[in-house]
């Protein structure tokens, strides 16, 4: 299994953004998929969840803001990110979970600045 996220970008505050977490290999029976970020200078941190029968999950500082969704296959796995702040600046990864393997994709780095 590997995964490649994309679609980091330079966006302004209060801005929207789209991540894509593309997964390729053997997709069947994942427990859940993840998106977690890390700022400059912090721990890594969970954003938001979504599991197989697809009931989501969201940090309280993103909550109403950001939104994970997956495609039917299990191969993609969206974050849309509406009404950026700065404070969302960093590193997104997204992260596979089946059983008690676990999948890290590639960071995409998203800027919020004006």
């Known amino acids: 299994v590997q995964l490649q996220a994309f679609g980091g970008g330079l966006v302004e505050p209060g801005g929207s953004l789209r991540l894509s977490c593309a997964v390729s290999?053997?997709?069947?029976?994942?427990?859940?998929m993840s998106w977690y970020r890390q700022a400059p200078g912090k721990e890594r941190e969970w954003v938001a969840r979504i599991y197989g029968g697809g009931t989501t999950g969201y940090a309280d500082s993103v909550k109403g803001r950001f939104s994970i969704s997956r495609n039917k296959s299990w191969n993609t796995v969206y974050l849309q990110m509406d009404s950026l702040k700065p404070e969302d600046t960093a590193v997104y990864y997204c992260?596979?979970?089946?059983?008690?393997?676990?999948?890290w994709g590639q960071g995409t780095l998203v800027t919020v600045s004006s």
């Open positions: 290999g053997s997709v069947r029976n994942f427990h859940d």
């Open positions: 992260k596979a979970v089946r059983g008690m393997a676990s999948w």
